[in-house]
């Protein structure tokens, strides 16, 4: 998804930081919609994963996915699949691209992920 006119401009990763990217339309429009409801959480999620979105300790709140969604696939590349929880059901899913130094944003929504009802 390439930013227009109106868009928010992010500002690039720092040294030793992450890039934060959607994985396709549905992800960015989940985000914003998240931006819109809980702009602080969001926020806070974003930062995280900009700066720790491997933590050496999980916790109940940001951990990696277990099962089948622990991994997914981006270009070609399988990645670790990792959740902050934003809200008591709103979550924001993310593919660690350790070779790019990106998290690729696969799910955001203000509603708990279906796909974890199937487990």
């Keep these: 998804m390439s930013a ?4 928010r401009a992010a500002p690039p990763a720092a040294e030793g930081q992450w890039e934060v990217r959607f994985a ?3 992800a960015a429009k989940g985000w914003e919609n998240l931006c819109r409801q809980v702009r602080e959480n969001t926020y806070r999620a974003w930062v995280v994963m900009r700066t720790d979105p491997r933590p050496t300790v999980e916790n109940s709140r940001h951990h990696r996915l277990k099962g089948s969604l622990a991994h997914g696939t981006y270009r070609g590349q399988t990645c670790e699949q990792w959740q902050i929880e934003v809200t008591g059901g709103g979550r924001v899913w993310y593919l660690l691209d350790a070779g790019r130094d990106t998290c690729w944003i696969t ?7 279906r796909a974890t009802d199937q487990r």
């Design 4 to 7: 227009g006119r109106g868009d």
């Design 24 to 26: 396709d339309a549905a």
């Design 107 to 113: 799910f955001a929504g203000t509603g708990h992920p």
